[in-house]
Nanobody
């Protein structure tokens, strides 16, 4: 059974750090792109970061570039999102998502590009 499970969310003060994890089961993890998205109350879900199945290929939204780092451990079937210098505007539910790795979409950065989703984890940053 395919499953994505996020963890690591919580409450942190502005300037703090959190590391989110996305444990994936039920698919060949190394062959999948893993995207991170977030959704704040009253707003649409937005792209945060992407790590492709091709080694070394990572992408970030401008709003998190230089503060967030996405990584993966294929042996552990886990992707990570290290979030540093957190700001109140980073407050949202964070989701990881998976799609089969291919180049039919050059930059998969919308929700419809992904087939599988986790349940989300809340991140709250206080000012």
């Amino acid at each position: 059974q395919l499953q994505l499970v996020e963890s690591g969310g919580g409450f942190v003060q502005s300037g703090g750090s959190l590391r989110l994890s996305c444990l994936v089961s039920g698919l060949t993890f190394g062959g999948y792109d893993i995207g991170w998205f977030r959704q704040a109350p009253g707003k649409e879900r937005e792209f945060v970061a992407l790590i492709r199945w091709i080694p070394g290929r990572t992408y970030y939204a401008d709003s998190v570039k230089g503060r967030f780092t996405v990584s993966r451990d294929n042996a552990q079937n886990t992707a990570y999102l290290q979030m540093n210098s957190l700001k109140p505007e980073d407050t949202a539910v964070y989701y990881c998502a998976a799609r089969a790795g291919d180049l039919t979409v050059i930059f998969p950065s919308t929700s419809r590009d992904y087939n599988y989703w986790g349940q989300g984890t809340q991140v709250t940053v206080s000012s």
